[in-house]
């Protein structure tokens, strides 16, 4: 069964250093998101990106994030500044339509650490 | 923005008992309400989904009822077994839109 799938599962960084988070999605989804869950916390929507583009951002998603789909197959996230609070599990998912037409799948995560 | 409110935070129940966990939403436009299930260390999982045009919907022992005008809806899991211990996440978004809310999770725990 196709999977989404996140590298690293696990990335420790030094506060202030940039991280890049990186995801597969399933081959023949064209729309991707990334969220985020602070530990017990509720999953928490970033963006999402559509036709090379974001189509939507939370009011998380400020001028430290940015996503990219490089190569056509890796869709990432960059933190350019690391702060204490960004440390959670982030999320890929991805899907073949809209959301709410087609399911979306989730990644396993990357667990952030900063310290 | 949408927001998900998501009762109760935390549920145990006998094995073989119902489970029931309740959410409410505050965008009427949000049309299409997942449920997701998430195991300890792992990604979550869609279990069932709804959209606005139905009002119940069943898939073994696991259904899901929706209320519009209430704006709430809820899920239900009958016979509930250990495996089923987990933390349960409503969402809902408009279709359409490219944001799905969650709420903030219920943790259940089926005690055998």
């Known amino acids: 069964e196709p999977e989404v799938t996140q590298t690293p599962s696990h990335q420790v960084t030094q506060m202030g250093q940039e991280v890049i988070l990186r995801c597969v999605p399933i081959?023949?989804?064209?729309?991707f998101y990334w969220y985020r869950q602070i530990l017990g916390q509720k999953v928490e929507f970033l963006v999402s990106?559509?036709?090379?583009?974001?189509?939507?951002k939370s009011e998380i998603f400020d001028d430290q994030f940015s996503v990219e789909r490089p190569d056509g197959s890796n869709f990432t996230l960059k933190i350019r500044s690391t702060k204490l609070e960004d440390s959670a599990m982030y999320f890929c998912a991805s899907s073949e339509a809209l959301w709410a037409n087609t399911e979306a799948f989730f990644g396993q995560g990357t667990r952030l650490t900063v310290v | 923005g949408e927001n998900v409110e998501q009762h109760p935070s935390t549920l145990s129940v006998q094995e073989g008992d119902s489970a029931v966990i309740k959410c409410t939403y505050s965008d009427s436009a949000s049309n299409y309400f997942p449920w997701y299930k998430q195991e300890l260390g792992k990604r979550p999982q869609l279990i069932i989904d709804?959209?606005?045009?139905?009002g119940e919907k069943k898939d073994q022992r696991i259904a899901v009822t929706l209320n519009k005008t209430a704006k709430h809806f809820s899920l239900h899991i009958t016979e509930t077994q250990p495996e089923d211990s987990a933390v349960y996440f409503c969402a809902g978004r408009e279709i359409g839109g490219f944001k799905t809310i969650f709420g903030a999770g219920t943790r259940l725990f089926v005690k055998a």
């Open positions: 990106f559509y036709n090379n583009e974001i189509s939507e």
């Open positions: 081959s023949n989804h064209l729309y």
């Open positions: 709804i959209r606005s045009n139905v």
